[in-house]
Nanobody, 117 residues
């Protein structure tokens, strides 16, 4: 079992920055991928960024060059540094952990990010 708790969301002006954190607990050693997804009303949840235990990262095209994902050595914390925020970044951001055993995927409760114009 893995538990994920996001923090760091809030209200920020366009062009500003936020840093999201996701703290994982439980069977942290089983985590091989951690990522951030976001969702707005009426749209599907979409990948923002992810990082593997081998430090391979990938980003949505819409955030490349602006967002950076990083992790702690033990994969018990993942961060999303968000710079040059745009109003279209407004969403609920969810932490996701992929593990080596069933159920394989865990989600956090989400944290709201609102970017004002």
């Amino acid at each position: 079992q893995v538990q994920l708790v996001e923090s760091g969301g809030g209200l920020v002006q366009a062009g500003g920055s936020l840093r999201l954190s996701c703290a994982a607990s439980g069977r942290v050693f089983s985590i091989n991928v951690m990522g951030w997804y976001r969702q707005v009303p009426g749209k599907q949840r979409e990948l923002v960024a992810q990082i593997t235990s081998g430090d391979v990262t990938n980003y949505a095209d819409s955030v490349k060059g602006r967002f950076t994902i990083s992790r702690s050595n033990a994969m018990n914390t993942v961060f999303l540094q968000m710079n040059s925020l745009k109003p279209e970044d407004t969403a609920v951001y969810y932490c996701r952990a992929q593990t080596s055993q069933y159920p394989y995927v865990y989600w956090g409760q989400g944290t709201q990010v609102t970017v004002s114009s």
